[in-house]
């Protein structure tokens, strides 16, 4: 019977499941409200215009426009016409901090802790292979990174763990783990690197990267596996143990308590 | 033994060297056109030097060779209608395309070229640089080497051309010369990585660890592969392959 094959079929229906439409607006709006609640776009920011973000993103005009134009209704965006117009980030404590919530709940834990699992799995393996594979002039472009970021804010100690972690995968070499840790860095990244708006997860991402650059360093690819992963799970204990914090205050205000 | 002709090491390396020579004769024709343009346009523009480069990069890249990334990357500043600019085209699954490259500083995927090796090394030495094997994740997304030659006029430069080839395809050109000298050969690049070895289980990308490889490639590292010569500790030879600055090392 057909449906003794029913997961397969589930599979095959994603595949051909059309790209186009509402669902593609969406996913941008998404990665762009993910970067100016994160950080990554800064206040104030101009972002590139509808034409240039769907030839960048790959998506029609008309899907662009409508992301744009969700971010507008969702005050996360301004745009201003004339000669110097466009549309510019509008970062609103408020209204950042409303959406991190709804973001961090949309989430149950088994989703989290499978999200910081499947980066663990892409970045310890990139370190672990990158210990074997690095070269000298290697070790020393994993210290620049280290060396330049800001850590003064979470975009800039998010854009640092980024790129030092897009590194890594590099020296290991392979081709797969890089555009693996690029897309999982779009999909993946914002939501679980939220304990950077913490200075102290700031510093201690700082920390990790000397421990996984020392394991390179001496060719200890066990020890750069677990310096990545214990980062990684770190922030997924962060992000539970806010999520757990928000459902508990949401429940009091809900009981009428607070 | 079967086999009837094999290669001495040395007749490797000089192959290897005329292989790769091919694809250095190719950049600097390409250089050559590029500077005495600069020399005759005193204000250089995009707009004008885009279908230059197009128009070298294009048949290179649909012969079927081992080119699969050409173009010219301008100094920041040359042009005068694009302070940042890249003309480089790449040769894929769906045919040839433009590199759609982010040339505004304030963008969050904005890369500065010039700290990248491909530009960096030429530009310091004012000689061609190979880059690689590495996984070029700006240009083709892939397993890559790029050679880099500047383009200057009256000791300025003005930026570097060159191409990228994919490791896949240097290997199937290269391995079966290897293999032919009957010997255990591996070809490495300066830092001691792997391009590409008769051992089925030194992998390409892998990083070759023998006593005194280090030292022994140092001279490649200065660009100066006639100084390379050694025999290891192990009993393997260290032989460059003209001045490709990639070396074979002969034996285990």
Redesign the interface.
């Known amino acids: 019977m057909p449906n003794a094959t029913g997961h397969q079929d589930a599979a095959r229906s994603v595949v051909f499941a059309p790209l186009d439409g509402a669902g593609r607006a969406e996913l941008v709006e998404q990665r762009l409200t993910d970067a100016i609640v994160s950080g990554v776009l800064r206040d104030g920011e101009r972002l590139p215009s509808e034409s240039d973000l769907s030839r960048s993103l790959g998506v029609a005009l008309v899907t662009a426009r409508d992301a744009l134009e969700g971010l507008r209704d969702r005050g996360l965006v301004r745009t201003r016409r004339g000669r110097d117009g466009g549309s510019f980030v509008t970062y609103d404590r408020d209204s950042a901090a409303r959406m991190l919530e709804s973001r961090v709940r949309g989430h149950s834990r088994i989703e989290l802790r499978d999200l910081a699992l499947h980066v663990s799995a892409i970045a310890g393996t990139a370190a672990e292979i990158a210990a074997d594979r690095a070269s000298q002039d290697d070790i020393e472009s994993l210290l620049s990174i280290g060396a330049n970021a800001d850590l003064s804010t979470a975009g800039g100690a998010r854009r640092a763990l980024g790129r030092f972690q897009l590194e890594v995968a590099a020296i290991s070499q392979s081709p797969r783990l890089v555009r693996e840790e690029v897309r999982l860095q779009s999909e993946a990244g914002p939501l679980l690197w939220l304990c950077l708006r913490e200075q102290e997860y700031r510093d201690s991402s700082a920390a990790s990267r000397t421990r996984v650059i020392e394991a390179i360093r001496a060719v200890d690819p066990p020890a750069a596996r677990a310096a990545t992963i214990s980062q990684a799970t770190a922030a997924l204990d962060w992000l539970v143990r806010e999520k757990m914090r928000l459902e508990a205050s949401a429940d009091l205000t809900r009981q009428g308590v607070r | 033994m079967t086999s009837t002709a094999t290669l001495s090491p040395l007749s490797v390396a000089a192959r290897v060297a005329v292989t790769i020579d091919g694809l250095f004769a190719t950049i600097d024709a390409w250089r050559d056109l590029l500077q005495a343009h600069l020399e005759a346009a005193p204000t250089p523009t995009a707009a004008t030097l885009d279908p230059i480069v197009e128009a070298f990069a294009m048949p290179a890249l649909a012969d079927d060779g081992l080119i699969t990334g050409a173009g010219f990357v301008a100094a920041p500043g040359l042009l005068s209608d694009a302070q940042w600019h890249l003309a480089w085209w790449l040769a894929g699954t769906r045919g040839i395309r433009r590199l ?1 490259a ?1 040339d505004d500083p ?4 904005f890369r500065d070229y010039t700290s990248l ?1 491909w530009w960096r090394l030429p530009a310091r030495t004012g000689v061609r640089h190979v880059t690689g ?3 070029d ?1 700006v240009c083709t ?3 890559t080497v790029t050679i880099t030659t500047p383009v200057a006029v009256g000791g300025r430069l003005l930026g570097v051309v060159g191409t990228d080839v994919l490791v896949d395809r240097l290997e199937r050109e290269l391995l079966p010369l290897m293999r032919a000298s009957g010997e255990p050969i591996a070809i490495v690049n300066g ?3 792997v391009v590409t070895a008769t051992d089925s289980r030194l992998e ?4 070759l660890r023998l006593d005194g490889l280090t030292e022994a490639l140092e001279p490649l590292r200065a660009a100066e592969p006639a100084r390379v010569e050694a025999r290891l500790a192990s009993g393997a030879d260290v032989l460059a392959c003209g001045d490709t600055s990639l070396a074979l090392v002969v034996g285990s």
């Open positions: 759609a982010i304030s963008s969050e995927q090796e094997p590495y996984v994740y997304d892939d397993y830092l001691g990585r390409p990308g892998s990083m």
